[in-house]
């Protein structure tokens, strides 16, 4: 894959990259940092890439990995205190009650979830993504939709 291969296949899967690293970052700083760390990590070791074919789902692992590092490095920085208090000011009322609902699921099912209905991922894509076998993203999928189901209703019932 040469350079204007690169960018052509980048600038496809770029609202992609941002989303993933937002539905785990939460913080659009974080996640557009992540994304730009990806892509260079990407470009240094484009010649790892075995099969053109693969080339957005070998770069969203890239980014969730750029992703799970920011989140090791913010552990060890914030307290738990000042998180919290960042936690409770970013409610924001313009987002719906399902994107809440999904920004309140676990990690692990948030990902399964942007990745599956909000990117377009197969579940085998996901499985590799995330290092996973097919049947542990399907049970993510499923209990969060479970999961999503319960707080939407909860949702409801407290407007009621």
């Given at each position: ?17 941002y ?81 809440q ?9 948030r ?39 319960k ?9 009621c």
């Amino acid at each position: 894959m040469n350079k204007e291969e690169f960018i052509q296949e980048v600038r496809s899967a770029e609202e992609t990259l941002y989303r993933v690293a937002l539905s785990i970052l939460r913080n659009e700083p974080d996640a557009a940092d992540a994304v730009q760390e990806a892509l260079l990590r990407a470009y240094e070791n484009l010649h790892t890439l075995r099969k053109k074919q693969y080339f957005k789902t070998w770069l969203v692992r890239i980014l969730m990995n750029e992703c799970y590092k920011i989140q090791k490095r913010q552990k060890r920085l914030v307290s738990y205190e000042e998180y919290m208090q960042q936690e409770s000011g970013r409610e924001d009322p313009c987002y719906t009650d399902l994107y809440q609902a999904i920004l309140e699921l676990p990690q692990e099912m948030r990902t399964a979830v942007v990745l599956f209905y909000m990117e377009g991922f197969s579940i085998e894509e996901i499985a590799s993504i995330t290092g996973s076998c097919k049947s542990t993203v399907k049970t993510r999928l499923f209990r969060a939709r479970a999961q999503l189901r319960k707080s939407l209703e909860d949702r409801e019932e407290a407007i009621c």
